[in-house]
């Protein structure tokens, strides 16, 4: 049997930083992010028992870096006693820079091969096991804004608002494509084990999404916008405070966070955040969006810019 999902990343506005359980990949922290639409990965799978291993390509080259987790996650989906399979990855976003590639990966992995399995399952459940592969992708099976909750020995994801009902746009500034030096799933870990601020990061994290939970109910941009580069932030100092510190900004980086906070202050509805990349994301109002893709195309080492809107949650494509 053979299925095709297609997922969308999604950008963290509160963000996921640090593992409660390694071995279950549950989050130490919940986190709320935005599902995007114009940014996907489809996965297709195909269960093929001539195979004596798995297969993986990537637009079109073969890939044995992330075979592992992507093997993981079938198996966590169908069981390890499933037949190989050979999966087949399109991207139209530059895979593993900091843009959530694997979390739209491992949400259209699941729903793939819970398809291409013939098992049915829930939203949740698949969130769940996606969440074991990568824990921002239980977000991506979810549109929207989406709230990721730690509930014991599980995750639970739900969307607060519908993307329709607060259409924000999304303009990312790609300051430098390529993969990261460190994983997200390693910094993390060398962030709890050795970051003075670890502790207090996981402290605040529940206030943080009182704050951010209040911002989007009320359709509160300024105050969402406070909220957002503030968690972003204490994030990165987060990071930047471990031993050997962690540092995923370059100068452009910087630039690009000057130049959102100009358009700001001078009154356009635009807030910036950063994941385990140097890539800038710009949140703003649809009345901002011409501005802010004017102000990031001008700043110096900025490579590419991308757009997007708010969409939907992970979704199978087709089955044969
Ligand atoms: C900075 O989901 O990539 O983007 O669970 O180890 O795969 P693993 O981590 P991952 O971490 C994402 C971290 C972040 C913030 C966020 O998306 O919430």
């Given at each position: 049997m053979q299925a095709t999902a297609r997922a969308q990343p999604n950008i963290a506005l509160v963000k996921y930083w640090g593992k409660r359980d390694?071995?279950?990949n549950l989050?130490?922290?919940?986190?709320?992010?935005?599902?995007l639409h114009d940014l996907y990965t489809q996965m297709q799978v195909e269960f093929d028992?001539?195979?004596d291993a798995d297969r993986l390509t990537v637009n079109g080259e073969q890939d044995d870096g992330m075979l592992p987790r992507i093997s993981h996650c079938l198996d966590l989906v169908a069981g390890p006693q499933r037949e190989r399979a050979s999966v087949t990855s399109t991207c139209n976003f530059p895979v593993a820079a900091g843009l959530a590639s694997s979390a739209s990966a491992f949400a259209a992995t699941a729903c793939a091969a819970a398809a291409a399995a013939g098992i049915e399952t829930s939203t949740s459940e698949l969130a769940n096991l996606a969440g074991r592969a990568s824990g921002s992708a239980a977000r991506s099976?979810?549109?929207?804004?989406?709230?990721?909750?730690?509930a014991g020995d599980a995750v639970e994801v739900e969307t607060i608002e519908d993307p329709a009902a607060w259409p924000l746009r999304v303009v990312?500034?790609?300051t430098k494509a390529g993969p990261k030096a460190v994983s997200s799933g390693e910094a993390?870990?060398?962030s709890r084990k050795t970051s003075p601020f670890y502790a207090r990061w996981v402290e605040e994290q529940p206030a943080d999404l009182d704050e951010a939970r209040a911002a989007i109910a009320s359709r509160d941009f300024e105050r969402l916008a406070a909220i957002a580069e503030h968690n972003c932030l204490k994030m990165h100092s987060v990071m930047w405070a471990s031993r050997p510190p962690i540092v995923y900004w370059n100068s452009a980086t910087l630039d690009c966070m000057s130049a959102v906070r100009e358009l700001r202050a001078r009154g356009h509805a635009v807030f910036f955040t950063i994941d385990a990349g140097p890539q800038v994301k710009a949140v703003c109002l649809p009345q901002a969006e011409a501005a802010v893709i004017e102000a990031l195309r001008g700043t110096a080492g900025v490579e590419t810019i991308m757009t997007s809107g708010l969409g939907d949650g992970a979704a199978v494509v087709s089955v044969t």
């Open positions: 390694t071995v279950r989050p130490a922290v919940g986190s709320i992010s935005i599902t028992a001539s195979l099976l979810y549109g929207g804004f989406a709230e990721l909750k730690n990312i500034a790609i993390m870990e060398r």
